[in-house]
């Protein structure tokens, strides 16, 4: 998964997020407010029902009424008189300290509107106070509920995301740092090797022979060069000058084949006239020789051949292109995308930063695109570069 595919989806998600929050706040909010009516409309209805109870007939027939008043089993109310003395009250705990707490209640629910005036005469009245339902308590809360949950798992994909970073991050400053090391290694055993065999010389050593070791000695400092050059430019933003990109992958060729098997042979297809292109030198150097490197660990039994063919911009296209193919193991198809991560490697020695490597340099640096072109599976591989 790329850096921009990940980005998109972090951004996808915090949209879905937000939207999901939003609807979540607005049905519950809905919900609430129409059971908050429904509650109201109960209460008014009860309350009729109570002031016909009280001012009915002694024969008159309150069925309907009596049903109304013991069918509120969910909505706490009491019934106080005009100067606050409770009267009456249902699905409400009184504690022992009964005026304060009815004063309590009735300045509070006053305030919201949540009272009735019951006149039972000209000079006698009552108040119905009515407090919200559990279900509409617990239905008000429910939003934050799930906004917190939304919010958990939010922190929980961004912790899960910056670590993920980390540990990339991680893994690619451990692999360059073997890298490193790996591409040291090589000149530097070759300089020690030719130390030690000036040292075993008991006389003087001859002028043709001297000229080889000192021309062997050159071309060991010059990759050396070469490396520390590479690696300062990891991490900058390389300039980019135009070069001859048929001469640059001819003098990789030149290094590779003299220090992979000769039953491995690495060959170009490259056009009459030079291609000229904007590339930092040994960037692009790099990118070139780790495909060639990787392109020689898919070789079975030690043998194969590497064919590197350069395509000129066309017509209607101002891009080149370079293609890497050999004739391998191959790539499954579900690892085309896999192998450029950090970290993937078919080697049991190796720490899979190679093909990383060649995607940083050949997107960031070069601002082009790198993909497995084609595999097939014992047949080989073509890896294609557009600059």
């Not at 308590?137 to 899960?160: D, N």
């Not at 090589?186 to 090797?193: A, C, E, R, V, W």
């Not at 009459?272 to 692009?284: G, W």
């Not at 995308?337 to 190796?350: D, L, V």
């Amino acid at each position: 998964m790329n850096n921009r595919l990940k980005r998109i989806l972090t951004w996808a998600f915090l949209l879905a997020s937000v939207v999901l929050i939003g609807a979540f706040l607005y049905l519950s909010n809905r919900l609430a407010r129409q059971l908050e009516a429904e509650e109201k409309a109960k209460i008014e209805t009860w309350a009729e029902a109570y002031r016909n109870l009280i001012i009915a007939d002694a024969d008159a027939d309150m069925s309907l009424e009596l049903k109304v008043i013991e069918g509120n089993t969910t909505i706490p109310v009491f019934l106080t008189s005009s100067d606050g003395t409770l009267i009456d009250s249902n699905n409400l705990s009184i504690p022992a300290d009964t005026a304060r707490f009815i004063a309590s209640k009735i300045k509070r629910l006053t305030a919201t509107d949540n009272y009735f005036e019951i006149n039972i005469s000209d000079q006698y009245k009552q108040y119905l106070y009515y407090d919200e339902s559990v279900l509409l308590r617990e239905l008000h809360y429910y939003p934050y509920i799930q906004l917190l949950v939304i919010l958990v798992f939010a922190f929980l994909f961004y912790y899960m995301i910056v670590n993920r970073k980390q540990y990339e991050q991680n893994r690619v400053w451990v692999g360059l740092s073997k890298e490193t090391a790996h591409q040291l290694g090589t000149p530097i055993q070759s300089l020690m090797g030719w130390t030690e065999y000036l040292k075993s010389m008991e006389s003087e050593v001859p002028v043709e022979q001297l000229a080889e070791i000192v021309s062997e000695i050159d071309k060991d400092v010059s990759r050396l060069h070469i490396v520390a050059d590479r690696f300062s430019k990891i991490g900058s933003d390389p300039k980019l000058l135009p070069e001859d990109v048929g001469e640059v992958i001819d003098s990789v060729v030149e290094y590779m084949q003299k220090r992979v098997s000769q039953r491995i042979d690495i060959s170009t297809c490259l056009p009459a006239e030079p291609v000229i292109h904007p590339l930092s030198r040994p960037l692009f150097a790099w990118v070139i020789e780790n495909l060639c490197k990787n392109a020689v660990d898919a070789m079975t039994e030690g043998k194969g051949a590497i064919t590197i063919t350069l395509i000129p911009p066309a017509d209607n296209d101002r891009r080149l292109a370079v293609e890497v193919a050999d004739n391998g193991k191959g790539i499954p198809k579900t690892m085309f995308k896999t192998i450029f991560e950090p970290g993937y490697t078919t080697k049991t020695r190796g720490w899979g930063l190679g093909l990383t490597l060649v995607r940083r340099i050949v997107e960031q640096y070069h601002h082009g695109k790198i993909a497995v072109k084609s595999s097939t599976m014992g047949k080989g591989t073509v890896f294609r570069i557009e600059l």
